[in-house]
């Protein structure tokens, strides 16, 4: 199976070929579908969408913005794609931001970013009435409220006008493959974020990749935001490349009644959302239909499955997501008993490793090639190799560096090739094992070293824990001896009825039998426990902190 060949997809060397390009080739297939909190679906085409791209961008054209840096600050919708992508197409470059950031954190990224114009929701503008974050003369509302002055409807009714009248100008603009096209802040775990510029063939080039790797189905949903690179790379452009109707959600309430309601083939998600569909799958099961079956048992409690379907968890699944086969994960470690209990209900779990410099998958399993607890193997526009158990790439996926931080971008780049941070290793297959963080390496006073994504991986098979962070603490006052410690968040369903004692007493047991398989050095000497879920970024990593 190493041989097994790429599927075929199509590659663009800007986004504008590749606006014109989908609309051409799907024309009147559904292309973005959004529900309204009532419940109701609005759908576009692929020839609708590109329309309303061009629309835009002559209205861009039109105020002299064309080729200017645009700051997009929304939840997922429909609009905030036609705006980066309207953004791009007109020479320009996007800056998409995190709407979970405070107010003056996005006022110093827009002005770090040299925005001249703000593109922004409705709901998110409410948030800066009281702040000097948002300057109104520079602002565009992404709304379709027809009385809106400054809003989306308008630009969109003049920019037909303007087409209607002289014809598309954008296309005068020349777009360089290897010039920026969006300003993508990282999420940051361990430190501040940073702005990474990513060019029209990066992105466009790591779709296509990623669509060689797998074999998406037609129906795709995500919650992934779209401010990020997975999102907006690996779950809106590559789907688009292939055809594929996207259903976008923008509202974490509604995420399950979206899912529901869609129905689609395929989902691309982060751990803690497979997780929770895992769960979701399990508790679903009726005993009665599975009486004697002790695998059901099994996965009841652990959702530590034997590999390939189980035809009544197939059942089951088929009830409430009919049609539902694979789910791509990302962003963060997923342990390999969900997507073994997944596979077992007969979705196909498909792990990749990304990074934002990256634009961002380095690596996938694939449809037919894939190996549990690994992130697969490399995109075919991607190098990689090892220095000390860091993983380095090479490839045209790359950034054009950090905005504004060329002494950054020095130290993450020796010749051509990026330090990703990460520490692994690939074995004769192919297939690469992510085995921590090197910023996260725990040193001991004897100089052997832990990687603390690995003891987590360990406790993550203990149904008490829900969340864990190993860290190094310091054993007595000696500030360079430390061990391994971790603080855990205890599962509430499983912690039901138990106070802290006891809670503390049981998870220390089930480290200790862990302990019992591990060397000595890499034994966890300390177990805490907290009240609440840890803090984490957008794309659900949890933020480590100095303890």
């Known amino acids: 199976m190493k041989n097994y060949p790429y599927y ?6 800007h986004f504008r070929a590749f606006v014109d390009g989908i609309a051409v080739k799907y024309r009147s297939a559904p292309a973005i579908s959004t529900y309204s909190p009532a419940g109701e679906i609005a759908t576009r085409t692929y020839e609708e969408m590109a329309s309303d791209i061009h629309a835009l961008a002559e209205y861009l054209y039109e105020r002299g913005l064309a080729g200017e840096h645009m700051a997009i600050i929304s939840h997922n919708s429909y609009m905030s794609v036609v705006a980066f992508l309207a953004i791009v197409i007109a020479g320009g470059v996007a800056v998409p931001l995190d709407t979970d950031q405070m107010p003056g954190v996005i006022g110093d990224m827009l002005a770090f970013a040299d925005t001249r114009l703000v593109l922004i929701s409705e709901d998110m503008l409410e948030r800066y009435e009281d702040t000097d974050v948002i300057d109104e003369a520079r602002t565009l509302i992404l709304s379709g409220d027809a009385a809106l002055e400054d809003g989306l409807h308008r630009a969109l009714a003049r920019g037909r006008e303007l087409i209607a009248e002289r014809g598309r100008l954008c296309p005068e603009i020349p777009i360089d493959p290897n010039q920026t096209a969006a300003i993508v802040y990282t999420s940051g ?3 501040s974020s940073k702005a990474v510029m990513l060019s029209h063939t990066a992105m466009l080039l790591n779709a296509s990749g990623s669509t060689e790797l797998i074999k998406f189905p037609p129906r795709i949903f995500t919650s992934l935001p779209l401010y990020h690179a997975y999102g907006l790379t690996c779950a809106l452009i590559n789907n688009l490349i292939n055809g594929a109707e996207i259903c976008i959600n923008g509202d974490i309430r509604y995420m399950m ?9 395929g989902l691309m998600a982060v751990p803690l959302i497979a997780d929770m569909l895992c769960k979701i799958l399990v508790n679903h099961m009726d005993p009665q239909e599975c009486a004697g079956n002790d695998f059901i048992s099994l996965v009841k409690r652990t959702f530590s499955g034997a590999e390939g379907a189980n035809s009544k968890c197939v059942a089951a699944k088929e009830k409430i997501m009919p049609g539902f086969e694979l789910l791509l994960c990302g962003g963060a470690h997923l342990s390999p008993r969900v997507a073994k209990t997944l596979n077992t ?9 990304g990074i934002t410099e990256c634009a961002p998958l380095i690596s996938a399993n694939r449809n037919e090639y894939y ?4 992130a697969g193997v490399a995109l075919p526009s991607y190098e990689l190799k090892f220095e000390e158990g860091e993983i380095l790439v090479r490839g045209k996926c790359l950034m054009n560096g950090y905005y504004k931080q060329e002494d950054l971008t020095r130290e993450v780049m020796a010749d051509g090739w990026f330090r990703t941070g990460d520490l692994g290793y690939r074995d004769s297959r192919g297939f690469l094992t992510i085995t921590g963080r090197k910023k996260n390496t725990i040193v001991l006073k004897n100089g052997k070293k832990v990687a603390p994504e690995e003891l987590e991986a360990c406790l993550a ?4 824990v829900k969340e864990s962070m190993v860290y190094g603490s310091a054993l007595g006052n000696d500030m360079d001896d430390v061990v391994p410690a971790v603080t855990i968040y205890p599962d509430p369903t ?5 106070n802290s004692y006891e809670i503390l007493r049981k998870l220390q047991s089930e480290v200790n039998a862990i302990n019992e398989n591990l060397p000595a050095f890499k034994q966890i000497r300390i177990v805490n426990i907290r009240e609440e879920e840890f803090e984490k970024t957008s794309t659900k990593k949890i933020k480590r902190t100095v303890h």
Do not use: H, N
Request: net charge neutral; no cysteine.
């Open 8 to 13: 075929r997809t199509d590659q663009y060397d």
């Open 189 to 191: 775990t361990t430190s």
């Open 257 to 265: 009644r979206d899912f529901s309601l869609f129905k689609p083939t």
């Open 345 to 353: 209900f007969g979705v196909t779990v498909i792990e990749g490793y």
């Open 371 to 374: 190996k549990w607890g690994t």
């Open 461 to 464: 098979a203990i149904p008490l």
């Open 494 to 498: 499983e912690a039901k009825g138990m």
